[in-house]
T-cell receptor, first 114, second 111 residues
Framework: DQQVKQNSPSLSVQEGRISILNCDYT??????FLWYKKYPAEGPTFLIS?????DKNEDGRFTVFLNKSAKHLSLHIVPSQPGDSAVYFC?????????????FGKGTLLTVNP | NAGVTQTPKFQVLKTGQSMTLQCAQD?????MYWYRQDPGMGLRLIYY???????DKGEVPNGYNVSRLNKREFSLRLESAAPSQTSVYFC??????????FGPGTRLTVT
């Protein structure tokens, strides 16, 4: 039972264009969402997060949108740069269970072409 | 400030051997975690420690044990390694329920 789903295993975009990575979830008790970026042979690094009381959070080129009614969030990267090429993981925290556990999606490999 | 460090970076074991993966953090975080990452599977939680002196099972705890040695250190032990435990292991830490910060990983192969 996959509670956090990233249905696109990969995405390819041109440098300078927008990258949109999507994430769907099924657990209505999730109250906090995070995006992590992972380069090969490195650990995941925190990118941006959003609380369920908000519908948008922006940090520089990165914006996360949350649609609670659709149980959907997306990460927008504008403009995309070749250094953004990495695997992006969506993660969610369950407010009803242990507040320390995150559930991760399987990741989306983003390739930004020069 | 090194963040989260893990040793070793790489390890090859034979089936049935044991080993301990070490993790330390210097951010004074209360909570620590062990994950494994397998191709196409994302990150799955093995064990976590909400605070010093406590440990709890995650999604895939079978075949593993953990020790929260002190506030800084959280080790993961494989008592009898199996090929199914070939994976990349990540340690993470957080200040309570907020953002988790990850180490660089240990790549383990069990033959």
């Amino acid at each position: 039972d996959q509670q956090v789903k990233q249905n696109s295993p990969s995405l390819s975009v041109q440098e300078g264009r927008i990258s949109i990575l999507n994430c769907d979830y099924t657990n209505s008790m999730f109250d906090y969402f995070l995006w992590y970026k992972k380069y090969p042979a490195e650990g995941p690094t925190f990118l941006i997060s959003i609380s369920s009381i908000k519908d948008k959070n922006e940090d520089g080129r990165f914006t996360v949108f949350l649609n609670k009614s659709a149980k959907h969030l997306s990460l927008h990267i504008v403009p995309s740069q070749p250094g953004d090429s990495a695997v992006y993981f969506c993660a969610a925290r369950d407010s009803g269970g242990s507040n320390y556990k995150l559930t991760f999606g399987k990741g989306t490999l983003l390739t930004v072409n020069p | 400030n090194a963040g989260v460090t893990q040793t070793p970076k790489f390890q090859v074991l034979k089936t049935g051997q044991s080993m301990t993966l070490q993790c330390a953090q210097d951010m004074n975080h209360n909570s620590m975690y062990w994950y494994r990452q397998d191709p196409g599977m994302g990150l799955r939680l093995i064990y976590y420690s909400a605070s010093e002196g406590t440990t709890d099972k995650g999604e895939v705890p079978n075949g593993y044990n953990v020790s929260r040695l002190n506030k800084r250190e959280f080790s993961l032990r494989l008592e009898s390694a199996a090929p199914s435990q070939t994976s990349v292991y990540f340690c993470a830490s957080s200040e309570g329920q907020f953002t988790q910060y990850f180490g660089p990983g240990t790549r383990l192969t069990v033959t």
